[in-house]
């Protein structure tokens, strides 16, 4: 489940699970939804992921927004290793490694 309140006449368009977002040296699992309107990335909150160590506790059932953009902020997106890196219009970027999303957001511009 995903802890995402829409906006007015926003409609979701596609949702991407288990997808890795690069941050730093490190890789975190991320899902991603697409909207007529943004772009949004999703995580397990910091707090209960530490509880996931355990056998007898269960994935927490929702992931809540780490970051969103509108979708027409992402001005780019070229290819690096095994990452996409998606190049917002404020020079800021990200990197995911997602075949999907990236022929996605391709085959619908």
Known sequence: ????????????????????????????????????????????????????????????NYKEIIFETDINNIIDIEKEDDYYKYILKDTNYFYLNSNKIYNFLHQNK
Do not use: A, C, H, W
């Open 1 to 60: 489940m995903y802890n995402i309140k829409l906006q007015d006449n926003e409609q979701i368009i596609e949702i991407f699970d288990d997808i890795l977002l690069k941050t730093g040296n490190d890789n975190i699992n991320v899902s991603v939804i697409l909207t007529n309107i943004r772009f949004i990335i999703l995580s397990i909150p910091k707090d209960t992921e530490s509880f996931r160590v355990g056998r007898v506790i269960n994935n927490p």
